[in-house]
């Protein structure tokens, strides 16, 4: 019998006592009812026990166990970067037949680090007298500069594919960084991920697009924000197992290389067909460009053979022919002829992203369970249930692309839907969902009104119909409480206004929940609200920045995994809570954080500018510029770097303050020793002027826009770079645990190295 057969223990029962209970008011039904909620749950945990037996269907606790059963080296746990080690386990034996081989290297290097990677074995690219009965042509003395893309491979990705020979050289590889010699492996190690946006084509069910926008330049951005980002490959990923071949460019998440990009599409232009494109693809090229001219009513994709890669500087003029593009892959550009009269670009395109904070298409799944189950209790059910995902929610979508229908469910503006929010009563719980990609713009301000016990979710996602129960085949609807948060980042420009309407005294003042956006202009909270949150958003400034007024005494401000745009608080609020985010984009010499009648508690956050609050309880934090709190009776500050001009409460294993204490220690006690007198207090000074000087951090760019924004660049302190609590990096960044994640990968090498051979490992970004 089926295990979902309702009731089965009752329907295992003869007719006749089936009838006897029902006669005596069922009692065995209730009885055996109970009986079968703990069989259920048996059965449920013994099928989860033989799911344990297998690594591929194992719970993640039992890993380490299976692992112990083959011998597999343990590493170190990286559950909040989405690493586990049951690639490590499962190919335990699998390396073992193949150990020593550079495949094998590459594969390891993926399964424990969890980031693209590529293994060189750079014996093979040295400049040698070579055997005539053994002759290589790819390593020839001289390098050939004829092939411009080819060429060009020796500066992209670290070298990592840099097809010319080189001559000796002579440091390690393990310490050193030393490559060209006979016993150097490099392991090259891609960190920065590709955000891909966009799928199918204008008039698709599930089309999606990001929105092109035009400078007063002439050419047009290809990020929405309007800023220069370099657009990003699309990773094609070997599927089947076992690594069969070693990485070339294409499986890299790197930046689109100019040169290689041009030179494919000339071959498309000259009908080459002995070669096959590798990025511009028929089937998933990494970029769509779609045109909406004057007088037409949906864009139209201009062809591959359309795209024209060039430099695009500050002021560009094309007399190219109609219905073509040049395209600036670097900044993130394109242009079109001064005779298209082009009214709208949609784009399918991928940008670059050290983690996955801010707006973002990647799964936010967690991130609305947990938004969920926050609120009033009974409310709230566990996974996807209950809560925002309850079918009684009042659920509306918004489209750019999508008929609407006469529902009455679906909208064709944020405003539409903000405004029949407004129009409920009070009490209600509502969903809001952005269903694709593409700008909206409003001059006007757009006010959400958040009444006394409501609780309204707006959520970049997709609505997705599913089958209707008891309907014809084929029959599908949008079901309330049925939603998704990925594949999808939508854009709002304009002023946000977030009202609460409730009274000053009232028990449950509201709440409004944020989830996948990229804002762009002022955000403004004010009146009595019970809690803002902002999970996986980006706030960019725009005239003012995140603003909450002086009559919200009982908010609770909530920013998670986000890009946030300096936040002004103007009076006392019940609490300001920062977690795993970049606080201050692009305002310099602004505060990034003011708050001077609220607590602080902020985890694993980079501020760029100066914070202050009320009273400050931080930890695995960087702050670019002093943080100052009121009240330094109470809080702590751990494991952070704080400057030395900042006003905080008692510190823990903070830097600089922790290097200087022990430097100036070690120099007392060295004088100490040698039976010399105390050090002066100018040769303190000098000590902490050195340390505040070289002990600081370093980031790779600090522009929104760039891949590696406020990411630490590899020169920095290593006191910051394994500063935290967990010996991972401070800041936004410490859930990727990388320091952790090299380390893994230094152990695997040391087992699988063939004798002689040294490995090195390389960032490739």
């Not at 060009?152 to 001559?167: E, N, Q, T």
């Not at 002439?218 to 990020?223: I, V």
């Amino acid at each position: 019998m089926s295990l979902l057969t309702p009731e089965r223990l009752y329907q295992l029962l003869p007719a006749i006592h089936r009838l006897r209970d029902a006669e005596q008011g069922q009692p065995l039904r209730a009885l055996l009812a109970v009986i079968e909620q703990e069989l259920t749950a048996l059965e449920t945990d013994t099928a989860r026990l033989y799911d344990n037996w297998f690594i591929e269907t194992c719970d993640e606790w039992t890993v380490p166990y299976i692992g112990d059963l083959v011998g597999a080296r343990p590493i170190r746990p990286v559950p909040s970067a989405g690493v586990s080690a049951r690639a490590w386990v499962a190919n335990t034996l699998a390396y073992r037949r193949r150990k020593g081989t550079a495949l094998v290297l590459e594969q390891l290097a993926r399964d424990v680090t969890g980031w693209p990677a590529s293994a060189v074995e750079f014996f093979q690219r040295l400049a040698t007298t070579q055997h005539m009965n053994h002759v290589r042509l790819a390593s020839a003395a001289t390098a050939s500069v004829r092939d411009a893309a080819r060429a060009d491979l020796a500066r992209a990705s670290a070298g990592a594919f840099d097809p010319f020979a080189h001559l000796l050289e002579v440091r390690n590889a393990d310490t050193a960084g030393g490559r060209f010699n006979i016993p150097n492996v490099g392991i090259f190690l891609w960190r920065l991920r590709a955000q891909p946006l966009g799928r199918g084509a204008p008039g698709d069910a599930d089309a999606d697009f990001i929105s092109a926008r035009r400078n007063a330049a002439g050419w047009w951005h290809m990020h929405p924000a309007g800023v220069d980002a370099p657009l990003f490959n699309l990773p094609r990923t070997e599927t089947g197992g076992a690594v069969t071949q070693a990485a070339r460019e294409e499986n890299a998440g790197a930046p689109l290389r100019p040169l290689a990009l041009h030179a494919e599409l000339e071959r498309l232009r000259a009908g080459d067909a002995g070669t096959t494109p590798v990025f511009m693809t028929g089937h998933d090229p990494v970029l769509r460009v779609f045109v909406r001219l004057a007088g037409e009513a949906l864009p139209v994709e201009i062809a591959r053979e359309g795209l024209w890669i060039c430099d695009i500087p500050d002021a560009v003029t094309l007399p190219v022919p109609p219905r073509v593009a040049a395209i600036d892959v670097q900044r993130g550009r394109m242009a079109f002829p001064a005779a298209l009269d082009v009214q709208q670009v949609w784009l399918h395109a991928a940008h670059g992203s050290a983690a996955d904070i801010g707006g973002g298409p990647y799964d936010r799944g967690d991130a609305l369970r947990a938004a969920s189950a926050s609120l009033s209790e009974g409310t709230a059910a566990q996974g996807d249930a209950g809560g925002f995902f309850d079918p009684a929610v009042w659920q509306v979508g918004v489209t750019h692309l999508l008929p609407l229908g006469a529902t009455g469910t679906l909208f064709a503006t944020l405003r539409d839907a903000v405004q029949a929010w407004n129009a409920l009563p009070a009490g209600r719980t509502g969903v809001i969902v952005l269903m694709d990609s593409l700008t909206e713009s409003d001059a006007a301000p757009l006010a959400v009104n958040i009444a006394e016990g409501s609780r309204l979710m707006i959520v970049s996602g997709q609505w997705p119909p599913t089958p209707v129960a008891n309907a014809l085949p084929g029959t599908m609807a949008r079901q309330p409480g049925r939603f998704e948060a990925r594949q999808t980042r939508a854009h709002w420009q304009g002023r946000l206004q977030v009202l609460g309407t409730a009274a000053a005294d009232a028990l449950d003042p509201g709440a409004l929940f944020l989830n996948g956006l990229l804002l762009q202009g002022p955000l403004d909270i004010s009146g009595p609200l019970g809690q803002v949150e902002l999970a996986h958003c980006t706030v960019l400034p725009g005239g003012t920045h995140i603003t909450v007024g002086s009559d919200s005494p009982r908010l609770a401000l909530r920013v998670l995994s986000s890009l946030a745009a300096p936040i002004t608080v103007a009076g006392p609020v019940g609490s300001v809570a920062v977690a795993d985010s970049i606080v201050g984009l692009q305002d310099a010499g602004a505060a990034a954080l003011s708050a001077p009648q609220a607590p602080l508690d902020l985890l694993r956050a980079s501020f760029l500018g100066a914070v202050h609050g009320l009273t400050i309880s931080a930890s695995d934090c960087i702050f670019d510029a002093p943080a100052v709190a009121e009240r330094r009776q109470t809080g702590c500050v751990r494991f952070c770097y704080v400057p030395p001009a900042s006003a905080v409460p008692r510190r823990y294993r903070c830097q600089p303050q922790l290097e200087t204490d022990a430097r100036i220690a070690a120099l007392r006690a060295a004088a100490l020793a040698a039976g010399l007198p105390p050090p002066t207090a100018a040769e303190e000074d000098a000590v902490r002027a050195e340390v505040e000087a070289t002990v600081r951090p370093l980031f790779t760019s600090r522009r929104y826009g760039a891949p590696g924004l406020v990411q630490l660049d590899l020169r920095c302190a290593a006191q910051i770079r394994t500063g935290a609590e967990s010996g991972a990096e401070m800041g936004a960044y410490e859930r990727l645990r990388q320091p952790q994640r090299e380390a893994n990968l230094r152990d695997a090498l040391a087992e699988y190295l063939r004798l002689g051979l040294t490995a090195g490992v390389y960032f490739a970004n």
